[in-house]
């Protein structure tokens, strides 16, 4: 078993967590802050890899046609939203 030492602020939030009953203990509040972080890593490290992948097999778009894109999809939305708010009227 390892010893943690942790900073003064968060062994107060973890002992309140265990406390309020929404953590069985401090080690295993840590244990599952650990594996969810670990998951979001490896979830992020596939899905560069995704990325690069797609790059590899020039998939990939230049930086102003993703912005036209993404300026399309706001202009969309605001359209939708100006015609709700008339429709509303």
């Keep these: 078993m390892t010893t943690i030492n942790l900073p003064?602020?968060?062994?107060?939030?973890?002992?309140?967590?265990?406390?309020?009953?929404r953590a069985e203990s401090v080690e295993a509040l840590v244990?599952?802050?650990?594996?969810?972080?670990?998951?979001?890593?490896?979830?992020?490290?596939?899905?560069?890899?995704?990325?690069?992948?797609?790059?590899a097999r020039g998939e990939g778009v230049t930086l102003e046609d993703a912005f036209r894109e993404i300026d399309a999809w706001i202009a969309e939305d605001e359209a939708a939203a100006e015609a709700m708010t008339k429709a509303a009227e």
């Design 8 to 21: 003064a602020d968060l062994e107060a939030w973890a002992r309140a967590e265990v406390a309020a009953g």
């Design 31 to 55: 244990a599952r802050a650990l594996r969810e972080r670990k998951a979001e890593i490896e979830y992020i490290g596939a899905k560069l890899d995704e990325a690069r992948a797609s790059l």
